[in-house]
């Protein structure tokens, strides 16, 4: 079992920056892949960023690329979210969640949320 603890939302105005951060406990294992999703009022969940826990095969969203990096300390079993010239479209409950095999559509565990809210 793996849980999983979001922070570092927050309220924001337009072009600034916020770290998310995902602190995981349990049993994780390398070949895991963590993400991060957000959801809006009144769309649907969508998939921001993913890596390996071994820190292969990062990938973030075209919406948030180049804006947004995703990336993680092993050590203090942290999955973070870096995320600069934020946008109003970006508000949302920013979520993590992992999944034991990376080939499967569905993540199997999920943190509680963490509202993120972009003023313009």
């Known amino acids: 079992q793996v849980q999983l603890v979001e922070s570092g939302g927050g309220l924001v105005q337009a072009g600034g920056s916020l770290r998310l951060s995902c602190k995981a406990s349990?049993?994780?294992?390398?070949?895991?892949?963590l993400g991060w999703f957000r959801q809006a009022p009144g769309k649907e969940r969508e998939i921001v960023a993913s890596i390996n826990w071994n820190g292969g095969s990062p990938y973030c969203a075209d919406s948030v690329k180049g804006r947004f990096t995703i990336s993680k300390d092993n050590a203090k079993n942290t999955l973070y979210l870096e995320m600069n010239s934020l946008k109003p479209e970006d508000t949302a409950v920013y979520y993590c969640?992992?999944?034991?095999?990376?080939?499967?559509?569905?993540?199997?565990?999920w943190g509680q949320g963490t509202q993120v809210t972009v003023s313009s």
């Open positions: 969640a992992a999944k034991q095999v990376p080939s499967d559509i569905n993540y199997d565990f």
């Open positions: 349990g049993r994780i294992f390398s070949w895991f892949v």
